[in-house]
C-alpha cells in the first residue's frame, strides 16, 4: 500500500509553496524545506500552527486552509517519479499487489491517478470523502477492510512518508515502511524505531522482503 505524496515527482517544493502561500496568508514569513520537515503535519492549518508555534484561531484556519488549497488549485497535477510506474510493474510481476490511500480528496485523487494512466496498476485507490482528517488510523482500518476480501490472509505494508503513516499502520496491525523522500525530515521519521528507506526502491525491497518473512 502507497501513500500517495511520497511518489510524486515535484510534490515536496510544491508543498513547501503551498505552505508559505497558508502562512503569508497569516502575515507570517515565508520558511524553508527543512522547517516544513521538521513540523510536518498532515494539514495545513496544524502545520502552520507548528511553524508559528501557537493555535490558530478559526479564522486563520479557513484562511491557511484557503489559501494552501487555492495555491494547488492553480497548478497543473504532479507528475509520479521517474522509474515509479516501471517499478510497480515488476512488483504486480512477481505477485504483489498495490493499493492508494492518502488523505487528499477522493475525487482530485482518482482523477489524478487516472490522468497519469497508472490506475490500472492498483486494486483500489482511496481518498478523503469527508471532512479534513489528521490521522490515517481510521481511513486505513476502512481501507484495509475493503482490501481483505481481494487479497485474503496475505501481509499489507504500508510505504509512506510521514510519522503518521507509521502510527496508523501499527495501530492496524499492517508494517509500516517510512520513505525519507517526502515532507517529513529523515531524523523524525527515524525517530519512531522503523528502519527508513531512502528511496521508493529501497522501501519496495524491504516492504516484498517483510511480506515474504510473514
Not at 484561531?57 to 495555491?71: I, K, M, N, P
Not at 523522500?181 to 521519521?189: S, V
Not at 528507506?197 to 515474504?212: D, G, K, M, S, Y
Request: charged residues 20%.
Amino acid at each position: 500500500m502507497w501513500g500517495w505524496r511520497g511518489t510524486l515527482a515535484d510534490d515536496v517544493q510544491r508543498q513547501v509553496d503551498a505552505v508559505n502561500a497558508a502562512l503569508t496568508a497569516l502575515g507570517a514569513q515565508p520558511v524553508d524545506l527543512d522547517t516544513v520537515r521538521r513540523h510536518f503535519a498532515t494539514s495545513a492549518p496544524a502545520l502552520c500552527a507548528a511553524i508559528l508555534g501557537r493555535a490558530l484561531t478559526d479564522r486563520e484556519r479557513t484562511q491557511a486552509s484557503v489559501a494552501f488549497e487555492t495555491y494547488h488549485s492553480r497548478l497543473p497535477p504532479a507528475q509520479i517519479m521517474p522509474g515509479t510506474k516501471e517499478l510497480l510493474t515488476r512488483l504486480i510481476r512477481s505477485g504483489c499487489s498495490h493499493s492508494v490511500l492518502s488523505l487528499s480528496a477522493h475525487t482530485c485523487l482518482t482523477q489524478h491517478i487516472s490522468g497519469l494512466g497508472i490506475d490500472s496498476l492498483f486494486l483500489r485507490v482511496d481518498g478523503r470523502t469527508g471532512p479534513s482528517s489528521r490521522s490515517k488510523k481510521q481511513p486505513l482500518a476502512k481501507h484495509v477492510k475493503m482490501l481483505r476480501p481481494s487479497i485474503g490472509d496475505r501481509p499489507i505494508v504500508l510505504i509512506g512518508d510521514a510519522v503518521d503513516d507509521v502510527r496508523a499502520a501499527l495501530a492496524n496491525q499492517v508494517h509500516p515502511v517510512p520513505y525519507a523522500g517526502g515532507l517529513t525530515h529523515p531524523d523524525i521519521l527515524r525517530r519512531s524505531g522503523v528502519p527508513v528507506a531512502e528511496t521508493l526502491a529501497e522501501a519496495a525491497a524491504i516492504a516484498v522482503a517483510h511480506a515474504h518473512a510473514a
